[in-house]
């Protein structure tokens, strides 16, 4: 299986500060249809996930700019560019590109 | 926008079955992959099952194979989840996705408890 390693495990910040998140592959992420299938998701306290990045940096409908993905091989980032109160929770990275697909696991953001 | 709604969770004996559902509304269910996770308690998630637009294209993670079976309904805008042979590790959240490979999650998860 692809290992999924994330770092930060725990990322305390200060609201309006930016905040940055590495996810690294143990395999190259690009499918056969030359897409790369490497999503990041939010999982608040207490609520679904809820996903913000798709294919590495597509933003979802909904989630604000300050959010942004980036990366290609094996290595990967999530960055929030000004970190926000209602941010705090754990995100994950996961892959989709190599059956069974496989998360991070989860970097804890809180404010300080 | 898009919505899905899990259920059948429940309360089970080592050993024992649930079926779990999905309803979907807010896209054209049948053009799409569905997926099933589940997140343990205090875990991370994990992806256990897909199921293509016709159903032809269905995988399963190791550790459900051969005790889980998804399946879909295109007419009710539905997915399931059989799970027989419930173990204590089955316990958790368990979610169902639009799409695979980059999932959307809709909806609020159903509690599947396994204990004796």
């Known amino acids: 299986d692809v290992v999924m390693t994330q770092s930060p495990l725990s990322l305390p910040v200060t609201v309006g500060q930016p905040a940055s998140i590495s996810c690294r592959s143990s395999q190259g992420l690009v499918y056969g249809d030359g897409n790369t299938y490497l999503n990041w998701f939010q999982q608040r306290p207490g609520q679904s996930p809820r996903r913000l990045i798709y294919m590495v940096s597509k933003r979802d409908s909904g989630v604000p700019d300050r959010f942004s993905g980036s990366g290609s091989g094996t290595d990967f980032t999530l960055k929030i560019s000004r970190v926000e109160a209602e941010d705090v929770g754990v995100y994950y990275c996961?892959?989709?590109?190599?059956?069974?697909?496989?998360f991070g696991q989860g970097t804890k953001v809180e404010i300080k | 926008q898009v919505q899905l709604v899990e259920s059948g969770g429940g309360f089970v004996k080592p050993g024992g079955s649930l079926r779990l559902s999905c309803a979907a509304s807010g896209f054209t269910f049948s053009d799409y992959y569905m997926s099933w996770f589940r997140q343990a308690p205090g875990k991370g998630l994990e992806c256990i099952s897909y199921i293509s637009q016709g159903g032809s294209d269905i995988m399963y993670a190791d550790s459900v194979k051969g005790r889980f079976t998804i399946s879909r309904d295109n007419t009710d805008n539905s997915v399931y989840l059989q799970m027989d042979g419930l173990r204590a590790e089955d316990t958790g959240m368990y979610y169902c996705a639009k799409r695979t490979r980059a999932p959307h999650f809709g909806g609020p998860g159903t509690l599947v408890t396994v204990s004796s």
């Open positions: 996961m892959q989709g590109t190599h059956w069974p697909w496989t």
